[in-house]
């Protein structure tokens, strides 16, 4: 069985590292806060105390942290995993980060002798409590395929999209598109209960119609019961918006849509709403 490494148990990483403890993977986790860890032993995990110890045992490290930043720092450094990577050893950074941080951190594996595979995923807690992920991976090819049985683990599908880069551009094009839909959905929702309709006939006409999807489906109930139980922290999106923007302006390419998205992203963290559901964006609008 393979020994598998897993870096970040926020929302998402925890219950991801959670199916593979399950599924009967051998697995050590890390956290930057050490107490975050304590759940995944209980059930069997090991700990490491860095990253570089955590990729030293491991014959494949996977990562899920917060942004560049963070991904950044757990790779490099004399504590870092690419420190402990060796030599045919392989590490799938999950995390969403433009493709310039993914490449950054594909060049410092490898020339640790080490293989590289970004894998960012499309879902939020739920999907990865239920193991029905979206994994978006690119890269070593031959890592890919010895991820394979923990990729069928956490997702429900994950597609081989070329080189390292390509990952990360979906998972942004994905973020963007989803932002937008929601940042438009809120206001629709909001013009329709100032104007007097009823809330719960405009999710069924929208439901019913050609605009049907699961996160309106979703996130429309927790609109109408004010309820922002984090499943996606609004922050991230408002990351992803800034770093497929970014990506818009080296591509010369105009993304207004997005901008004006991003700016009600904006607008809601300033308001405190950082840390709650991406939903959250409604609060500003209504």
Request: contains cysteine.
């Amino acid at each position: 069985m393979t020994r598998i490494g897993f870096l970040g148990l926020g929302i998402m990483g925890k219950a991801m590292a959670l199916n593979l403890v399950k599924a009967g993977f051998e697995v050590t986790v890390w956290n930057r806060n050490p107490n975050k860890c304590a759940d995944l032993v209980a059930q069997g995990a090991k700990q490491a105390d860095t990253p570089k110890e955590l990729a030293a045992s491991c014959d494949i490290s996977f990562a899920m942290v917060a942004d560049p930043e963070a991904a950044l720092a757990i790779c490099l450094g004399p504590d870092g995993v690419a420190a402990g990577i060796g030599e045919g050893r392989g590490y799938v950074d999950m995390s969403t980060v433009d493709d310039s941080t993914s490449q950054a951190v594909a060049q410092a594996i490898i020339q640790a002798g080490g293989r590289f595979l970004e894998a960012p995923v499309s879902g939020t807690k739920k999907p990865a409590e239920d193991g029905t992920l979206v994994i978006l991976a690119a890269g070593d090819k031959s890592l890919y395929n010895d991820a394979l049985p923990a990729f069928e683990v956490m997702g429900k599908m994950s597609p081989y999209l070329g080189e390292v880069g390509q990952g990360a551009k979906m998972k942004l094009v994905v973020n963007m598109i989803m932002g937008g839909m929601l940042s438009i959905f809120s206001e629709g929702m909001a013009l329709g209960l100032k104007s007097g309709l009823d809330a719960q006939q405009l999710s069924d006409v929208l439901d019913a119609g050609a605009m049907a999807n699961p996160m309106f489906k979703i996130k429309g109930p927790m609109l109408l019961a004010e309820d922002y139980s984090t499943s996606f922290p609004l922050k991230h999106m408002q990351k992803d918006l800034r770093l497929a923007l970014a990506l818009g302006d080296k591509l010369d390419l105009a993304l207004p849509t997005a901008a004006i998205t991003n700016e009600a992203f904006k607008q809601a963290r300033k308001a405190g709403y950082a840390d709650e559901d991406i939903a959250a964006v409604y609060k500003t609008v209504k």
